[in-house]
């Protein structure tokens, strides 16, 4: 397996790999990373689809990307997927998925056009004193010293940050900033987490910084993401004869370690209440989910609060990487991510609203129509002085084919959901789908005297609880992750957010895509190159431009600096007085 980038290799078919004919592909789960390895099989590979397994314990595909509607509870969605369209593999990928709304276009093509008609953006990113504007105004409001902490993050060597939390590397400076704001709600970062993943965050995303405020960084699909994304991958590979094995439990997989080659030796598995195990041969590759965010979730309703289920239970995801860890150093440590739900949840709930009460309120704030079918809150809006930091989207309407003309389908949610409320005196974890319903219509500005009453009768609230959804950010260092391929496999790969890959960021679907199409193309030798990561992070105007956005258009020499420090920036400029630097710097305002 190799990188590439540019258009090359990107278009071109390749070979069909030696000996596939004689292989076959079982693969551990059926969120998307499976679904993309199994499409790059087939499509790349040029597996019989017969000949590839998909086990997944549940009756549904999708994994975390999810989006359905319970015949007992309504509309649910445990969380969306913001799109960047510097996704290099996620893009390689759809460009050969037919979508399921438009004749002769590909998803790619779908996505592409609708972004085209109606770009995203947010007009009011924050609210404060039950649904006024905050005023962020775009601006980050970083001090000079704040700049200085995220510049020094930057430039620090990954190595020195095993361990480390972000709290131990930014002082209030930052984290009382809009920055912080904007960064820890948009990708559910908490101050405890993993400094390391936060750095990689920012070189990963460097060429988005100045879309954060809002969100024209980002794009979303037309409808929820299992019915843009997994159903139309699903087709695809349902149409190549691709085998699916619902309520296929994988407990274990076996492997020979004792010589200098790692071996897939066995997958024991539960079906139908009966033991029964899957004997491998080397040309049986194997493909694992390790871990899981969603693993222990729970789902209450409008009148129950979702349990918390913080013990991992038996036959899960983190139970099998438990136990696949047991038997190779290589595979990993899932106690480094699981070791404590306290650190890595948080709550969501889905909101549809049931008649014309809630919608003024949401337009109130979006200052759009929210049943006009384009984008409505473009991205989400955060209640600032909220004691859950609790922050909501309505995406672009409907949200899911089915949905009645007359409703809307939006998603809400909490990071800290052991404090009290500020109208609902309770912790969010304890509240019913109602309860949480009215704290967010008290953000939003219903009156006091009305929210009990619209809760109950104009919105069905369905809420989530996620023990597990951000431990992959919980601290930790090299070895933690197993390599997608570790050293010495001779037929096996780890794929998703528990893998590790070089450069890219966990906690996005370019990760499941990227690791499912490593895993394949190193297995099966195809001859064609792995997109690199987007290379901004090298791109010496991204970074001027992150520089410029950061400092909210401050130009270089009004820093406030010691005076030796200013002095050698008044140096510096002198010696490029005339030259392209010179002209880069006052494209981008830096002065």
């Given at each position: 397996m190799y990188y590439s980038k540019g258009n090359y290799e990107s278009l071109a078919r390749p070979e069909k790999p030696q000996g596939v004919e004689r292989k076959s592909a079982y693969l551990i789960g059926s969120g998307l990373a499976s679904l993309a390895a199994a499409a790059f099989l087939v499509r790349d590979g040029q597996m019989d689809g017969k000949r590839i397994h998909i086990l997944e314990k549940d009756v549904l595909p999708g994994g975390a990307c999810d989006g359905y509607k319970y015949n007992d509870l309504g509309y649910v969605i445990r969380g969306g997927r913001e799109v960047d369209n510097r996704y290099e593999c996620l893009w390689d990928l759809f460009h050969s998925i037919p979508s399921l709304e438009t004749a002769d276009a590909s998803v790619l093509d779908e996505f592409y056009w609708l972004d085209k008609h109606d770009p995203n953006s947010s007009l009011m990113r924050a609210t404060v004193n039950?649904?006024?504007?905050?005023?962020?105004?775009?601006?980050?409001?970083?001090?000079?010293?704040?700049m200085l902490e995220i510049v020094n993050l930057f430039f620090t060597p990954d190595e020195a940050l095993y361990n480390k939390r972000i709290?131990?590397?930014?002082?209030?400076?930052?984290?009382?900033?809009?920055?912080?704001?904007?960064?820890?709600?948009?990708?559910?970062f908490e101050n405890w987490h993993s400094a390391l993943e936060m750095k990689l965050y920012i070189k990963r995303f460097i060429h988005h910084i100045g879309g954060m405020p809002d969100f024209t960084a980002?794009?979303?699909?037309?409808?929820?993401?299992?019915?843009?994304?997994?159903?139309?991958?699903?087709?695809?590979?349902?149409?190549?004869?691709?085998?699916?094995?619902?309520?296929?439990?994988?407990?274990?997989?076996?492997?020979d370690t004792k010589t200098d080659k790692k071996i897939a030796t066995r997958i024991e598995i539960t079906r139908d209440n009966n033991e029964e195990h899957i004997d491998l041969t080397e040309n049986d590759l194997v493909f694992i989910t390790n871990g899981g965010c969603v693993e222990n979730s729970s789902l209450g309703d409008q009148n129950t609060p979702a349990t918390?289920?913080?013990?991992?239970?038996?036959?899960?995801?983190?139970?099998?990487?438990?136990?696949?860890?047991?038997?190779?150093?290589?595979?990993?440590?899932?106690?480094?991510?699981?070791?404590?739900?306290?650190?890595?949840?948080?709550?969501?709930?889905?909101?549809?609203?049931?008649?014309?009460?809630?919608?003024?309120y949401i337009q109130n704030i979006c200052k759009r129509d929210p049943f006009s079918g384009k984008v409505v809150t473009g991205g989400i809006v955060t209640a600032k002085d909220s004691n859950w930091l609790l922050s909501w989207t309505f995406n672009r309407q409907p949200h899911f084919k089915t949905q009645?003309?007359?409703?809307?389908?939006?998603?809400?949610?909490?990071?800290?959901?052991?404090?009290?409320?500020?109208f609902v005196k309770k912790s969010m974890r304890e509240c019913t789908g109602k309860e949480i319903c009215m704290e967010w219509l008290y953000h939003i500005g219903v009156p006091v005297n009305e929210i009990e009453e619209m809760a109950e009768r104009s919105a069905n609230t369905i809420p989530c609880m996620m023990p597990y959804i951000t431990a992959f950010f919980m601290p930790r260092e090299a070895g933690d992750r197993p390599n997608v391929i570790p050293e010495g496999s001779v037929n096996f790969a780890?794929?998703?957010?528990?893998?590790?890959?070089?450069?890219?960021?966990?906690?996005?679907?370019?990760?499941?895509?990227?690791?499912?199409?490593?895993?394949?193309?190193?297995?099966?030798?195809?001859?064609?190159?792995?997109?690199?990561?987007?290379?901004?992070?090298?791109?010496?105007?991204?970074?001027?431009?992150?520089?410029?956005?950061?400092?909210?258009?401050?130009?270089?020499?009004?820093?406030?600096?010691?005076?030796?420090?200013?002095?050698?920036?008044?140096?510096?400029?002198?010696?490029?007085?005339?030259?392209?630097?010179?002209?880069?710097?006052?494209?981008?305002?830096?002065?």
């Open positions: 039950q649904g006024e504007d905050a005023h962020t105004d775009g601006k980050f409001a970083l001090s000079d010293k704040a709290s131990e590397l930014f002082s209030d400076e930052v984290l009382n900033s809009n920055f912080w704001l904007y960064w820890r709600t948009m990708f559910a980002v794009r979303f699909t037309k409808f929820n993401q299992y019915e843009s994304l997994i159903q139309p991958l699903v087709k695809y590979l349902e149409d190549h004869n691709v085998q699916f094995h619902y309520g296929t439990n994988v407990k274990n997989i076996i492997f918390f289920n913080k013990e991992i239970k038996q036959g899960g995801g983190w139970d099998m990487w438990r136990k696949i860890a047991a038997q190779d150093p290589s595979f990993g440590h899932p106690d480094k991510f699981c070791y404590d739900a306290e650190q890595s949840n948080w709550m969501s709930a889905t909101v549809t609203t049931l008649d014309d009460r809630i919608p003024p009645p003309k007359d409703q809307l389908v939006g998603w809400v949610y909490g990071l800290f959901t052991d404090k009290p409320g500020n780890f794929l998703g957010q528990f893998a590790e890959t070089v450069r890219d960021t966990i906690f996005t679907i370019e990760y499941s895509v990227r690791t499912a199409m490593e895993s394949v193309y190193t297995l099966l030798d195809i001859d064609r190159g792995v997109p690199e990561v987007w290379g901004s992070t090298y791109d010496v105007r991204d970074l001027l431009n992150a520089t410029a956005c950061l400092g909210d258009g401050k130009k270089l020499t009004d820093l406030d600096l010691d005076p030796n420090k200013k002095a050698m920036i008044m140096a510096v400029l002198s010696k490029i007085k005339g030259t392209d630097i010179e002209k880069l710097l006052v494209a981008y305002k830096l002065i």
